[in-house]
């Protein structure tokens, strides 16, 4: 079986309508895997209401444990310790401070009394949702949680996996804003990346900082300004821009407040209607295209 074509979108900075456009590609694609890689704030099932799946705990990282019995509270630890997790004076005993911990192990590794113990931290949860639409896998963090980029990876794997078990020819991520540790967990491998972005000045500089990345890693992209009637003149110039760096399309969806009415509501923009959902079809087309003519055969056709 061919594996599941993965396209991965994402945005430069937040607001840019990335979901938005995520949930509207689930309508149209008539059959595939979602995968809500923003985990810091996912918020794809906002959108989609699905039916929620069993959790799985996720664990990205280990802590440390102190042994009060075994403590001879030397100090070693907390003299160790360039986060200032270990807690405590030679006189009351030592403790970990388990949030500042970053389980790094120098603690365990310079007690002379072994009275330091690595434990797992489950950091969050992941699952595997029904939708209207497909199969949704998302996750969400713990509070003041880290390791967002080993649940991203997670998120993904096992999106491409309910894709193979189930025979689904796509995948479609929705990854998260910025350039950080959660993008590139995001990017890895991605058959084609769409950068949506917004007419702005923070819109086109934060677009430029993350095709830098998505150039780094040799992937195929394309460009889609949103809310592009705002500012026509900028939109050109991203639109120039995009082309330059060897964008495969650039596409346009104008202002709707359709949009934000569909999002009121719980739904996708193309259930809800409007312009920008015959806009946003038309950027599906341009996608399905430049993915693989099969692909737009097996996925848009329904």
């Known amino acids: 079986m061919t594996p599941a074509r993965e396209l991965v979108v994402i945005s430069g900075k937040g607001g840019t309508g990335k979901t938005s456009v995520v949930a509207a590609f689930a309508a149209l694609a008539g059959g595939a895997v979602l995968a809500d890689c923003d985990v810091d704030a996912a918020d794809l099932h906002l959108v989609l209401n699905p039916e929620l799946g069993a959790e799985n705990e996720f ?10 019995e ?8 907390a003299d160790a310790c360039r986060f200032a997790a270990v807690l405590g004076a030679p006189a009351d005993g030592y403790a970990i401070d388990t949030i500042a911990c970053e389980g790094c192990e120098l603690c365990r590794r310079v007690c002379p009394a072994d009275a330091i113990r690595m434990e797992p931290v489950v950091n969050g949860a992941w699952m595997v949702s029904e939708t209207r639409f497909g199969p949704l896998v998302h996750a969400r963090l713990g509070v003041a949680e880290d390791n967002s980029g080993k649940l991203v990876t997670l998120v993904r794997n096992e999106a491409r996996s309910v894709a193979a078990t189930r025979g689904l020819p796509l995948v479609i991520v929705d990854g998260s804003p910025g350039i950080g540790c959660p993008v590139i967990a995001s990017l890895a491998g991605a058959d084609l990346v769409l950068a949506v972005t917004e007419p702005t000045v923070s819109g086109q500089h934060d677009l430029d900082r993350v095709l830098q990345v998505v150039r780094r890693f040799r992937l195929p992209f394309a460009v889609c300004v949103n809310k592009a009637d705002l500012n026509p003149e900028l939109t050109t110039r991203i639109a120039t821009e995009a082309t330059a760096a060897g964008a495969e399309f650039m596409t346009t969806v104008d202002y709707d407040p359709a949009v934000t009415r569909a999002q009121v509501a719980g739904t996708d923009v193309i259930s809800f209607g409007g312009r920008a959902a015959a806009e946003i079809t038309k950027v599906w087309e341009a996608v399905g295209a430049t993915l693989t003519p099969s692909l737009e055969g097996e996925v848009l056709d329904g």
Do not use: F, Q, V
């Open 59 to 68: 664990s990205g990282r280990r802590r440390a444990i102190i042994d009060p």
């Open 70 to 77: 075994a403590c001879t509270a030397c100090g070693r630890c």
